[in-house]
């Protein structure tokens, strides 16, 4: 029998037919940058299509609802894989949608929106980061590795970022409903000693004078692990230091004027009020913590010293049956500023965030002091703070050894009464949390 002849394949390329629809997702649907600034925020591009390698498709932006904004050349794409990284480099403060598409083999082609904020230029950007997913960082303690878990004062959620990157937190802890409360704790001061994080609330009214219990909350958390493995637990909780503190004020003939400021009616940030911001050990205790106000100055008159109060068996509060116990209160003199924020390091050396005790303090003025920890000495000033740009400062994350020439701290603002886009929205009442963020910032300290 004859063999049967060959069939000759086709040349040239399968047809397209033979090809899917590309499919596109993205890591979120809304992104924030800023004007200028260094290693913003990016999103994760998925990309696939059947029949053809990752490889082979390419990602890109074709059209923007505002150039002003952000053009189509300002999106860079990187990545060749199935996961791309898209970044933004903004142009102006305001919105735009973003139009990202993917284009695979045969032509065939899918697109996704991305949903963009971008925020003013700030004073330091290479020197700036951005953390997403809330815009009122009121308390900050190092977690080592190069991550920080930072308090919001108008959540109960405490957050772990990355300190040297932009972007979302790496992982999240709310212990409200373990805690008991159902409103904000309006966390504000923070202490480590070893694996426990003290953490504490205002103690005050909220800012239309009513007494809000769940304010007057102190708790402590348990660390394991560090850096990016970092996990809290809940280690007990105390709500009596704010009567405990009027208690010892009034038993000292109203030194402080504590019972009045704290009475119902009253607004906490006012240069007579009762406010708590600050929370860091005494030197070389693992006991006694320093109780930094916001309000009241001592006395409460302009040009007045910032107040702290001594608590020396804080370690025993949370999870605890007693009472606090007082030292000797501790007048500094901060230049009529107020303790916004109080960190130690290991060699018993602080840094001290002073700012006004008045509310509109985003215009006001803020300083960093260096200051020996001990009752008889005066801080010095290390630099003052600017306040142009949007937020007002309130933690620091550590304390570097201020003896070696150069060394940094990390500050963190609070930005959620900041109009970041230029709409007129505070940034606490935006819809959409990665359009919220807080900015951290490194200063030269020493």
């Known amino acids: 029998m004859a063999a049967l002849p060959l069939l000759a394949l086709p040349a040239g390329p399968v047809s397209a037919a033979s090809y899917g629809t590309p499919t596109i997702t993205l890591s979120a649907g809304y992104l924030s940058g800023a004007v200028g600034a260094t290693g913003d925020p990016t999103v994760t591009v998925t990309v696939a299509q059947s029949g053809a390698a990752a490889s082979a498709l390419t990602v890109a932006a074709t059209a923007s609802t505002r150039t002003s904004v952000a053009r189509t050349g300002d999106v860079a794409v990187t990545g060749t894989g199935t996961a791309r990284t898209l970044a933004v480099a903004a142009q102006g403060v305001g919105y735009t949608d973003l139009t990202v598409k993917v284009t695979g083999l045969g032509g065939k082609t899918a697109s996704k929106t991305l949903h963009y904020a971008a925020s003013p230029a700030v004073q330091f950007p290479s020197a700036s980061r951005y953390l997403t997913g809330s815009s009122d960082a009121s308390a900050a303690v190092d977690a080592g590795g190069g991550y920080v878990v930072v308090a919001d004062d108008e959540s109960n959620v405490l957050r772990l970022y990355d300190r040297n990157a932009s972007g979302a937190p790496l992982r999240t802890w709310d212990f409200g409903s373990a805690l ?18 003290y953490w504490t609330g205002s103690l005050g009214n909220n800012k239309d004078g009513e007494i809000k219990a769940d304010r007057q909350t102190v708790f402590a958390t348990t660390v394991t692990g560090s850096g990016a493995t970092t996990q809290l637990a809940l280690a007990g909780s105390y709500k009596g230091l704010r009567a405990d503190l009027i208690a010892w004020d009034r038993a000292h003939g109203d030194r402080y004027g504590f019972a009045a400021g704290a009475a119902s009616g009253e607004v906490p940030k006012q240069i ?16 006694t913590a320093y109780v930094g106000f916001r309000a009241p100055l001592a006395p409460a008159v302009t040009g007045g010293r910032a107040l702290i109060v ?36 290991a060699l018993g050396q602080y840094l001290i965030v002073a700012g006004s005790w008045a509310a509109d303090d985003n215009s006001d003025p803020y300083a960093l002091y260096r200051w020996d920890g001990q009752p008889g ?32 701290a990390q500050l963190i603002t609070d930005d959620g009464s900041a109009d970041l886009y230029g709409d007129g929205t505070q940034a606490k009442d935006l819809t959409h949390p990665e359009w919220k963020k807080s900015r951290s910032t490194w200063f030269t300290v020493s």
């Open 310 to 345: 001594p608590v020396t068996n804080f370690s025993s509060l949370p999870g605890g049956s007693v009472h606090a116990t007082f030292g000797e209160p501790i007048e500094l003199n901060l230049g009529g500023l107020s303790v916004r924020d109080l960190r130690r390091n």
């Open 180 to 197: 008991g409360v159902s409103k904000e704790i309006d966390i504000e001061g923070a202490a480590r000693v070893g694996d426990t994080i």
């Open 272 to 287: 007579d009020g009762f406010n708590v911001e600050g929370l860091e050990f005494a030197p070389g205790s693992t006991t």
């Open 377 to 408: 000495s005066q801080p010095v000033k290390v630099l003052d703070l600017p306040t142009t740009d949007a937020g007002g400062w309130e933690a620091v994350v550590d304390v570097p050894d201020l003896t070696v020439p150069g060394a940094r």
